[in-house]
C-alpha cells in the first residue's frame, strides 16, 4: 500500500520586511542621538577649556602686573604720590610704544584709569626709571622701565610686555583703580604684611560667569597722602 504524500506547506517563522525596517530605523534614531549628545559633550567641554584657559590668563596677568607694581617708589629717598606716581588716561600705540597724551586723573580719590605711571631706582642712589601699566581695547600692557627725570614723565616706551590679549569675548578691558589713604593701610605685599598710602586694584571679569575679578595690592614705598 503507498503512502500519501502529504503536500501541505510548514508554517514560515523569521523576520518580515516590515520589522526589519522598523529596526533599522530604531537603531539610526538612537545612533542619532548618540551622536548629538557626543557632539554637545564635546561642545560644551572645548568651551570650558577656553574659559578656564582665559580666566588662567587673567590671573597670571593680575600676578605679574602685581609683581610689577610693587617696583613703584622703591629706591627714591622720599617717593610721594604728587611727583612719582601717576594715574592718566592715555591712547597707547602698541607698534612704537608712544603714549603722548597721557591725561592726569580729576576729582578726588579714587580714580579708575587706563595708565598708570611710576617712578623707581633700581640702582639706590642711580638715575630713576620709570615704568607703567596700561589698559586698552588693543590690550594689557606693561610699559617696560625706561630713564627718566626726577619730574615729569615720558611720552614713549619703545619696549612693551603683553600681559594679556585683548578679549575675544567682548568682555571690558581691565581696569586700573587708585586710591590715596590719609593714614596707613594695613595691607599684604605678595604675602608679607605691611603699610603704604596708597592702593592699587585691577578689575575685570571671569570668562563664562561673568563674575566680578578683582585683585588689590598696597604700594608700601609711598607713606599716607
Request: with cysteine; charged share 10%.
Amino acid at each position: 500500500m503507498q503512502n500519501a504524500i502529504d503536500t501541505s506547506h510548514p508554517h514560515q517563522r523569521g523576520i518580515s520586511l516590515i520589522s526589519l525596517l522598523i529596526g533599522m530605523l530604531l537603531a539610526t534614531l538612537a545612533l542619532l542621538a548618540m551622536l548629538m549628545l557626543f557632539r554637545t559633550v564635546v561642545h560644551n567641554s572645548a568651551e570650558a577649556g577656553r574659559d578656564s584657559r582665559q580666566n588662567g590668563d587673567r590671573s597670571l596677568a593680575l600676578l605679574m602686573a602685581h609683581q610689577h607694581l610693587h617696583d613703584a617708589g622703591y629706591g627714591l629717598p622720599a617717593p610721594t604720590f604728587a611727583t612719582d606716581l601717576q594715574p592718566c588716561n592715555a591712547t597707547l600705540d602698541p607698534d612704537t610704544g608712544a603714549l603722548p597724551d597721557c591725561t592726569t586723573a580729576a576729582g578726588a580719590s579714587p580714580w579708575t584709569v587706563n595708565t598708570l605711571l611710576w617712578r623707581f631706582d633700581s640702582n639706590r642712589g642711580g638715575t630713576p626709571e620709570c615704568a607703567g601699566l596700561h589698559s586698552s581695547g588693543q590690550g594689557f600692557y606693561y610699559l617696560m622701565p625706561v630713564s627718566c627725570e626726577t619730574s615729569g614723565w615720558p611720552n614713549s616706551f619703545p619696549k612693551l610686555q603683553w600681559l594679556l590679549s585683548a578679549d575675544i569675548d567682548g568682555q571690558a578691558p581691565l581696569t586700573l583703580t587708585v586710591e590715596t589713604f590719609t593714614t596707613a593701610a594695613p595691607c599684604q605685599a605678595l604675602g608679607a604684611a605691611g603699610s603704604g598710602g596708597v592702593s592699587v586694584t585691577l578689575g575685570g571679569q571671569h570668562t563664562g560667569s561673568g563674575t566680578a575679578l578683582e585683585s588689590s595690592t598696597c604700594l608700601v614705598n609711598f607713606p599716607p597722602q
